[in-house]
């Protein structure tokens, strides 16, 4: 009988606990709630810990596969049959006239968002010039046309001749001279105008970095494409082309 | 064509850095290069006669005949001719032919490999973290030790040939005695990324060989004192991975480094010398001109025989015979240093004097991942992924010759005791020597079964050692 009595004790021992700890109140409670707290805290631990014992861990200490030595670790290996395949669509894209430009799509910018209309006359009628909203550039020598027949208005605020540009394999970035703009995605209008928005090929001076042909001449000019928005931000960022 | 009716001509003899011989001497037009030997011999008054290649005003060598070399310059024949003439090595290494044996014993690729400065002993480093010493006349392995936790990037034998350093991929360096194959003193363990080389102080400076420099990822170099089993400097300055570093015999320190600079030290305060710019890519490697001979010390490769022997002699003895050999290697002129790139060329400095490079060498189509001056510091060989080997003059950087064959990238190059001979190990799994004279294959080495990422011709000139990514070590012989 005493067992019986014990055990069914012992098994309404979590009820009557938890109903101590619904109906406490005051300081009493707080207290045992306190220690409560932290009696469950190494419960739960001594739980974990057998629940570990039974699972099987990754061995860290072994050491991974496929040793290279030290001249071959910063570098990712192509593989073989990629490299001639490679090899092969790069002359297929050359036919084609596509180039492989980091940024492939960029969004069309618009006459209405890259060109404001300026009234000009007494009576602010005629509307036939256009002022340039985005950042560009003109070369050196560059000369406005007389006032009354420029239709194409590029303010000198948004004129820049330097674009820091970064070294994709380098990872360094540096802050090149612009020679040219080569090709802006969005219309070959603004190509003329020297419009650089993001997307844009852009011609940038190299001597710096000096790169050097196998012939040993030096390399003074790379094509850069354009990362950032240089009206929003007021820089031009750029990724070198290699 | 009779005698008298042959051109007769006013020659010079000249050695390397321009000092006359003799006085001007008429000879023939026809006259052939094993004659001018016997001439200049004569001149040297030397015990035994040395022999020499000779080269017209020092561009052109003398191969058939002086006749035919001037044709093909087109000199005058007026004035009096400068004709240097240059000892080669007295002794001749034999090409290696056939694998003797294949030494398996690695359970992950072999990464590097080195023969001792006497050619006695052979080790090995591999990806299962451990090195292996092998002995040479059984061709069977002798010990292994085991100590690393990662892969053991790079090995480096002391000049004396008695300690064996190794760094692994855990930034560990430990250092190793070939006899027993157990470890000497505690690890060194400083650097926080892994160590890309390990290189000695020459013998000459220190004859107990007691220092040790590292370059590792983290940018830094450590100089350790292995007695103490500590470092004794630090070098940072560089501020990306340090790829080589070079103890040189005049007690300075190069390194080179993927921030595109080599930069000069002095090792004994770590006062940082001087920064040689002009790299437009990671710094892959440096070669010394006197790299050779400050790797074999006091042993002179010609004394070699047939059992290579342990350097024998007190310190005092050593020091003077590799400060000896060294003078000779160097001569009158600094030492050159020669760093090649990812930016596909390499560069000829001279470091002690100044920033400006001597020359820029440019040809190859992709980087260049080793280069090697040749034991007497004449020529200079570059291996590059665009599987060709070029060889340029070790004085002017000038280009002498392309050595194409392979089929994948090059990776390692050595060079054998007489600098006649090169080897070339690569990633299309051959191994082939080369004939420097004659610019052609020698001897073409399959049987690797896959990449061969080490290459190592022993300076007694007897064998040479290959490992690679299909485990196993071969040792080739005549």
């Known amino acids: 009988d005493h067992h019986e009595r014990k055990r069914k004790k012992e098994s309404r021992e979590a009820h009557e606990r938890s109903h101590k700890a619904r109906k406490m109140i005051g300081l009493k409670a707080k207290l045992y709630h306190k220690q409560r707290h932290a009696e469950k805290i190494q419960m739960k631990k001594t739980i974990k810990m057998h629940e570990q014992r039974k699972t099987k861990q990754k061995d860290d200490d072994k050491t991974p596969e496929g040793a290279v030595p030290a001249y071959l670790l910063d570098r990712e290996g192509q593989s073989r049959a990629k490299v001639l395949s490679n090899m092969i669509k790069q002359k297929r894209k050359e036919k084609a006239g596509k180039w492989e430009v980091p940024l492939p799509k960029v969004r069309a910018q618009g006459e209405t968002e890259v060109l404001k209309v300026i009234r000009t006359g007494k009576r602010q009628k005629k509307a036939w010039k256009r002022m340039v909203t985005k950042v560009c550039f003109v070369g050196e020598g560059f000369t406005r046309k007389p006032p009354k027949y420029e239709r194409f208005i590029r303010p000198m605020g948004l004129r820049f001749k330097k674009a820091h540009v970064t070294h994709p394999e380098l990872k360094a970035t540096f802050c090149l001279p612009i020679l040219g703009v080569k090709k802006n995605p969005s219309s070959p209008l603004y190509t003329t105008l020297g419009v650089i928005t993001k997307g844009t090929v852009i011609e940038v001076n190299v001597s710096e970095l000096g790169l050097v042909t196998q012939g040993g001449k030096v390399i003074w000019g790379k094509y850069a494409q354009v990362t950032n928005n240089p009206e929003n931000d007021g820089c031009i960022n750029a990724v070198l082309l290699v | ?478």
Not at chain 2, 45 to 53: F, G, H, M, N, T
Not at chain 2, 264 to 290: E, F, I, Y
Request: glycine share 8%; charged share 20%; with cysteine.
């Open chain 2, 1 to 478: 064509m009779t005698s008298e009716n042959v051109e007769r001509l006013l020659i010079q003899f000249q050695d390397e850095n321009g000092e006359v011989l003799g006085s001007p001497f008429d000879v023939p037009l026809d006259i052939t290069p094993d004659k001018l030997q016997l001439v200049c011999n004569a001149l040297l008054q030397k015990e035994e006669p040395v022999p020499l290649a000779f080269f017209v005003r020092g561009e052109a060598e003398v191969v058939s005949s002086l006749g035919s070399c001037i044709q093909t310059l087109g000199v005058e024949t007026e004035q009096v001719l400068p004709v240097v003439y240059q000892p080669q090595a007295v002794f001749r290494v034999r090409a290696v032919t056939r694998c003797t044996s294949t030494l398996q014993g690695h359970t992950e690729a072999v990464i590097s490999t080195a023969f001792s400065p006497t050619g006695k002993y052979l080790a090995s480093g591999s990806g299962d973290t451990t090195v292996r010493f092998w002995d040479l006349t059984t061709e069977t392995p002798h010990h292994t030790a085991r100590g690393h936790a990662h892969w053991v990037l790079s090995i480096a034998w002391s000049p004396d040939g008695k300690k064996l350093a190794s760094g692994c991929k855990n930034s560990q360096i430990c250092l190793w005695d070939p006899v027993t194959g157990t470890q000497i003193g505690k690890t060194l363990t400083g650097h926080t990324k892994w160590i890309t080389w390990l290189c000695w102080e020459p013998l000459h400076l220190n004859p107990e060989c007691r220092y040790l420099a590292s370059s590792s990822k983290d940018g830094s170099v450590r100089i350790w004192d292995t007695v103490l089993g500590r470092y004794e400097k630090i070098l940072t300055g560089h501020t990306q991975s340090v790829t080589c570093v070079k103890w040189g015999g005049d007690g300075l320190l190069y390194t080179s480094s993927q921030d595109r600079t080599v930069k000069v030290w002095r090792p004994k305060d770590g006062v940082l010398c001087r920064t040689l710019q002009g790299h437009a890519h990671w710094v892959n490697t440096l070669a010394l001109s006197t790299d050779y001979v400050l790797r074999t010390g006091a042993f002179e490769p010609a004394t070699a025989t047939i059992n290579p022997q342990d350097l024998t002699g007190s310190l005092e003895e050593i020091k003077e015979a590799a400060l000896q050999r060294y003078n000779k290697v160097r001569g009158s002129a600094p030492e050159r240093l020669v760093s090649g790139s990812d930016d596909f060329t390499l560069f000829l400095w001279n470091p002690a004097e100044g920033k400006k490079p001597l020359a820029r060498m440019t040809g190859h189509s992709a980087l260049v991942n080793e280069v090697l001056f040749s034991p007497d510091t004449r020529l200079l060989a570059s291996a590059s992924f665009d599987k060709s080997i070029k060889i340029w003059d070790g004085r002017t950087g000038k280009y002498l010759m392309s050595l194409r064959g392979h089929v994948g990238s090059v990776y390692q190059v050595a060079w054998s005791a007489d600098s006649r001979l090169l080897v070339s190990g690569s990633s299309d799994s051959t191994l082939k020597v080369w004939d420097i004279k004659t610019g052609k294959l020698n001897m073409d080495l399959p049987g690797h079964a896959d990449e061969v990422y080490a290459v190592d011709w022993s300076p007694d000139g007897q064998r040479v050692a290959s490992g690679g990514k299909d485990k196993c070590l071969r040792i080739w012989r005549r």
